[in-house]
């Protein structure tokens, strides 16, 4: 006997013939998830964006810098002869006198101009590595 059209549910389990000048539904594919390699967890995002930390290492590099510029501001203005009268000299050598009091007198040789680079030279480059060591420290926590 000839199959009869019929609207509802097809009572022997046959899937419903699609309509004529439409495709059957199919559901979406789901998305695809991020793939991690079994050896490496997945990254974790940080709260905070680091500026404090930047901006402390900026801060600290800078005072090693300075101190350092005024100990080799200091060497320059004594091997050139400045005139040790001069305000801006007297606080030139007043600074760095200050700041290489750990290291005076490390080295004492007879020539002055080499004992004044070397007293005052030595202080500038532990500023420098100091500052600039602490600073890439902190940049890195």
């Known amino acids: 006997m000839p199959r009869q059209p019929h609207n509802g549910p097809d009572p022997y389990g046959h899937?419903?013939?699609?309509?004529?000048?439409?495709?059957?539904?199919?559901?979406?594919?789901?998305?695809?998830?991020?793939?991690?390699?079994?050896?490496?967890?997945a990254r974790r995002e940080r709260t905070r964006d680091g500026s404090g930390q930047r901006r402390t290492a900026l801060i600290v590099q800078s005072i090693g810098d300075v101190a350092a510029g005024f100990l080799g501001l200091w060497i320059v203005l004594y091997l050139l002869d400045a005139n040790l009268g001069n305000p801006f000299v007297e606080f030139v050598q007043?600074?760095?006198e200050w700041l290489?009091?750990?290291?005076?007198?490390?080295?004492?040789?007879?020539?002055?101009?080499?004992?004044?680079?070397?007293n005052f030279g030595l202080p500038a480059?532990?500023?420098?590595?100091?500052?600039?060591?602490?600073?890439?420290?902190?940049?890195?926590?």
């Open 125 to 141: 480059v532990i500023y420098l590595a100091l500052g600039h060591g602490v600073a890439s420290w902190l940049r890195r926590l």
């Open 94 to 96: 007043g600074t760095a």
């Open 15 to 41: 899937a419903p013939a699609p309509h004529p000048g439409h495709a059957p539904y199919s559901p979406p594919a789901p998305a695809p998830q991020p793939v991690y390699p079994a050896d490496r967890p």
């Open 100 to 118: 290489g009091w750990w290291a005076q007198d490390i080295f004492t040789m007879d020539v002055e101009g080499l004992r004044v680079l070397l």
